[in-house]
């Protein structure tokens, strides 16, 4: 489940804000089921903070940032957004999409 919320973010009508990362119980995935609850909550928000605590975190293409080995042109953010572990589920909120996020988004050449 994908939940995403609009703005006119750099003109472009239908960019999203805020894009549910999972829902509250049990979400689907391609590792199995994730089950996100309050105690889960608690503990990824403290996990995060500790081992983390980015302002923001890069939206890329295909999770490649998270590849050394990947050509650095395709490890470039493509947008940015802050965390929130809330009461219904994780979210990416603030998100602000650089253009050329926009532009693939845009051309639907890729969703969010």
């Not at 590792?31 to 609850?37: F, L, M, N, Q």
């Not at 996990?47 to 605590?53: M, N, Q």
Request: one cysteine or more.
């Amino acid at each position: 489940m994908i939940k995403c919320y609009k703005s006119n973010v750099i003109g472009v009508e239908d960019l999203p804000t805020r894009i549910m990362i999972a829902k509250s119980g049990t979400n689907d995935s391609v590792h199995g089921p994730y089950v996100y609850d309050s105690s889960k909550r608690k503990q990824m928000t403290a996990l995060y903070k500790a081992v983390d605590g980015r302002a923001s975190i890069n939206i890329d293409i295909d999770h490649t940032s998270l590849d050394p080995s990947a050509p650095i042109e395709f490890r470039e953010a493509v947008g940015w957004f802050q965390l929130n572990y809330a009461a219904d589920g994780i979210w990416a909120e603030n998100i602000e999409w650089t253009p050329k996020g926009a532009e693939l988004i845009k051309n639907r050449s890729f969703r969010y």
